[in-house]
């Protein structure tokens, strides 16, 4: 059994910068492999970085120079740093726990002037 609990969300103006955390317990952090996904209503959910346990990472290429993704085993915690947020980066953002059923409750990221 895994928990996740997303946080940093919110409202930012186009070309600015968030950072979504996301703070795993209940199984060996180090040995997961974790996701950030997004959704917009009508869409389907859509992957948008994985960080595999070795500490690579993977990009979509719609967020691939603009977005970071990293884990921390220290503390259990995976982030998602956004910059140069664009207005199509609006959404509810989820952590996921890769090859697993394991889904954060989501966090609202919004890219409004």
Known sequence: QVQL???GGGLVQPGGSLRLSCA???SIFSGLHMDWFRQ???KQRELVARVWSDGSADYAD????RFTICKNNAD???FLQMN????????VYYCHV???AYWGQ???VTVSS
């Open 5 to 7: 609990v997303e946080s």
């Open 76 to 78: 259990n915690t995976v």
């Open 98 to 100: 890769f090859g697993t």
């Open 40 to 42: 917009v209503p009508g």
């Open 84 to 91: 140069s947020l664009k207005y199509e980066d609006t959404a």
């Open 24 to 26: 795993a317990s209940g």
């Open 62 to 65: 719609s967020v691939k120079g």
């Open 106 to 108: 989501g966090t609202q």
